[in-house]
């Protein structure tokens, strides 16, 4: 459950190995204990509960895979990039960020009674230097995914946590209504320019290897996306066409109403984008490359 990746600083592996709908984290257990992202499992969240009083949690952004647990530390102090504070703070922010209401979800059998209001104690930016006495972590603002989404970087040993820029197989995700694709894009390049020794990730574990390659070839699922809605659009096509085309689920899980929403979401932002490219034109809501 627990490996070191320094002395004091820990990877919290969660329940599944981090998939969806739990997630991976780090543990800092020096001066002060900080739990980065809460989703773990009740099983895990149960044995550092026994291990002592969390002080700080830190949450990378505001999904409920990674804030769900928060509940169970009501003593901490909770930390958020500025840009996410309000759909972590809000139910209603949290609707407006995502796009998701009562009818679309979330689902309440993952998440049960759904999202929360969280009281936000310190509200992060970029370059922020976060001190906990033998360790320190710096503050990446890694927007795309959510626009507060954060990375944490220990400089010295090249040590980075880059949250859900997670190099999972299923690729880059931004299908809530604030997410944004080139600024996506534009943090994974800076992470790569970071030069990471070790890469641990929410959804994927620890990475060691061939990181900048990893992450050029995750950065490379948007061209492929982009690739394969071009292809289609060589006959018109309404978004609901496009969506039924499953370009990039695959397939629907349940709830399908759910999971068509994002679909929707990320091809519209990548018809947006190749709109302001100039790849594709939209008349009488159909779309159709040039």
């Not at 409920?64 to 909770?78: E, R």
Request: hydrophobic share 35%; proline share 6%; charged share 25%.
């Amino acid at each position: 459950m627990f490996t070191e990746l320094l002395p004091n600083l820990y990877f919290v592996e969660g329940e599944l190995g981090g998939r969806f709908p739990y997630c991976n984290g780090l543990m800092i257990d020096a001066e002060a204990k900080v739990l980065v992202d809460t989703g773990y499992g009740h099983d895990r969240i149960e044995e550092i509960i026994r291990s002592g009083q969390v002080d700080v949690i830190i949450n990378t952004h505001y999904h409920l895979d990674h804030v769900f647990g928060n509940k169970y530390f009501p003593q901490a102090k909770i930390w958020a990039h500025t840009l996410d504070a309000p759909a972590l703070r809000s139910v209603e922010q949290f609707q407006a960020y995502t796009g998701l209401n009562e009818t679309l979800g979330p689902d309440p059998l993952l998440f049960p009674g759904g999202p929360s209001s969280y009281e936000i104690d310190e509200e992060l930016e970029d370059g922020d230097v976060l001190w906990f006495g033998s360790v320190s972590l710096q503050v990446i603002h890694t927007p795309g995914h959510t626009p507060g989404h954060i990375a944490l970087f220990e400089p010295k040993s090249g040590v980075l946590f880059s949250g859900d820029i997670d190099l999972s197989p299923f690729g880059p995700w931004y299908g809530n209504l604030r997410s944004d694709l080139e600024m996506f894009m534009e943090s994974i390049r800076r992470l790569i320019n970071l030069k990471p020794k070790v890469l641990a990730t929410s959804h994927s574990g620890i990475v060691t290897d061939n990181i900048p390659e990893r992450l050029k070839e995750y950065l490379n699922k948007f061209e492929l996306r982009e690739e394969q809605i071009l292809q289609q659009l060589g006959v018109s096509k309404t978004i609901e066409e496009l969506v039924d085309r499953r370009i990039i689920y695959h397939r629907f899980p349940e709830p399908e109403k759910l999971y068509r929403f994002f679909e929707e979401v990320m091809v519209r932002k990548h018809l947006q984008y190749l709109i302001r490219q100039g790849k594709v034109y939209e008349s009488n809501q159909r779309f159709k490359a040039f």
